[in-house]
């Protein structure tokens, strides 16, 4: 079975109320699917019902062929990341905090040190591991959140819009590194976002959520030449920003 | 040199009015040393999960029982010094125990008072973290109470406040103390009560040396913790 994630008929209300519906997706390993809407569409929500942070009111989660509710919370959650859009960096170094899920696992110090070290080169922030969280800026922190959840070695990374903090320049740079490093590891990875262009940079494949509910999932070329209905259509023009002449303007 | 006047100089002038009597003064400081740091440690041992569980709880009756526990952090001590008394007197549920006019009905009753306080901001400090932190730590694989733990180190700096205010509720209060403890010398009588006493048998020179000493135990307290709480700020 090559799917990772299988949903079906989800339902996930907050209160008395709906925030989320899905009638059916399906991810497969290795897949970096992009999720696009509007404000308050329950993108997000998505994202924590994933990482089952908010439980479904009905249907099913499945991850590896199970069902969310038989997995153990933390065996689940421990083959799992989640990058927030905020960095929400602990009060300590940038190597504690890198090093954070891995004490959580109780991964001994040094196995620990040498894989916080690796990941913290590879997001370009190992001169700062002495400094602490406060100390840096919006672009540092989210570099550090990003190696604190690869360093994890996730089999799904869950990023809930991870370059919104940052100004232009470093949210193109961090783009730009995080296309490389998920094109090099194939991990299955799900990310919200508002922005097209990255939607169609980084995502194999776009999820289109409005008004609480998923509409369409499928390429950016064919959700643009096939928009299910007028929402998703609007949604696309409204953005005044064409993806697949992003796409192809990248490739 | 400047720095420490404020300690020498009441120091001093306590040392030098209550000179006759220095095994008593030794006594009574010491106890009320004890009572109120037994006092504060229960507190704290109360205060921290009920407070946590507060912040991070959502359930029916949450806002109420926040709102009596706000209300506990104004308890006035005769309040809780009858009650105490009427539970721990030898007619009273608790009057077997034989706990009354003992160190141990004042360390009950100055527990009482300063539980709600160390509670209250507890709950006031962890619900002040970005709610996000908590899906955060879980999303790194934490464990519930490896978040709890990690959200108290979030907040140590308004915790160390809760229990200053904590200790600071007990070490100070007299009437709880006077009604459960009866001020007996040598058994019960602690730095307040005695003030009370000798202020009542005119002996105005006493009370103030006394009280003189209850200020520069504070206040060596509150700057020991202070500077802890400084030393953390800086980091």
């Known amino acids: 079975m090559n799917e990772l994630i299988s949903i079906r008929n989800l339902l996930i209300k907050r209160g008395s109320r709906d925030v989320l519906r899905v009638g059916a997706l399906d991810i497969p390993r290795g897949e970096t699917l992009a999720v696009v809407g509007p404000n308050g569409a329950g993108k997000s929500t998505l994202l924590l019902a994933l990482a089952h942070l908010l439980k479904p009111a009905s249907g099913e989660v499945q991850y590896a062929g199970k069902n969310l509710r038989e997995w153990d919370d933390l065996e689940y959650r421990r083959k799992i990341a989640f990058v927030f859009q905020d960095p929400l960096l602990m009060d300590m170094t940038v190597e504690d905090n890198v090093a954070l899920g891995l004490k959580f696992r109780g991964v001994d110090k040094t196995e620990s040190r040498t894989r916080a070290e690796t990941w913290m080169k590879a997001m370009g922030v190992e001169q700062l591991a002495k400094r602490r969280a406060g100390q840096l800026s919006g672009g540092e922190a989210q570099r550090v959140s990003l190696a604190r959840a690869f360093v994890l070695d996730p089999e799904l990374l869950l990023m809930d819009e991870p370059f919104s903090a940052v100004d232009p320049q470093t949210r193109g740079q961090l783009m730009k590194d995080l296309s490389e490093l998920l094109a090099h590891e194939h991990r299955t990875t799900i990310f919200v976002t508002h922005n097209l262009k990255e939607a169609a940079q980084m995502g194999d494949r776009m999820a289109v959520v409005i008004g609480g509910e998923l509409k369409q999932v499928g ?30 303007g990248l490739q | 040199m400047c720095t420490c006047l404020p300690v020498y100089v009441p120091l001093c002038t306590c040392l030098l009015v209550y000179c006759p009597t220095m095994t008593d003064i030794l006594e009574i400081t010491l106890l009320s040393l004890q009572v109120s740091t037994i006092a504060t440690l229960v507190s704290l041992l109360i205060g921290l999960p009920f407070g946590t569980w507060l912040a991070l709880g959502n359930f029916r009756g949450r806002s ?30 608790l009057g077997g125990l034989k706990l009354i006019y003992t160190p141990w009905a004042i360390i009950i009753a100055q527990t009482v008072i300063s539980a709600p306080v160390v509670m209250g901001l507890t709950a006031a400090a962890l619900a002040a973290l970005d709610p996000r932190l908590q899906q955060q730590l879980l999303g790194l694989g934490a464990s519930r109470l ?42 019960t009588r602690v730095l307040t009560t005695a003030i009370v006493l000798e202020t009542s048998k005119g002996e105005f020179e006493r009370a103030l040396a006394l009280s003189a000493l209850l200020l520069v135990i504070t206040y060596l307290i509150n700057l020991a913790l202070t500077w802890i709480q400084q030393k953390g700020q800086r980091r």
């Open chain 2, 64 to 93: 109420f029982i926040l709102s009596v526990v706000n209300t506990g952090m104004a308890l006035p001590p005769v309040v809780v010094g009858l009650v105490v008394a009427m539970t721990l007197w030898r007619s009273g549920p």
């Open chain 1, 219 to 248: 390429a950016p070329k064919h959700i643009k030449g096939n928009p299910v209905d007028g929402s998703v259509n609007e949604f696309l023009r409204e953005l005044q920003i064409d993806p697949v002449a992003s796409l192809q």
């Open chain 2, 146 to 187: 490896q978040m709890i733990w990690m959200l108290w180190r979030e907040a140590r700096l308004p915790l160390l406040a809760a229990l200053m205010a904590g200790f600071g509720s007990v070490i100070s209060e007299v009437g709880a103390s006077m009604m459960v403890g009866g001020n007996i010398r040598g058994q």
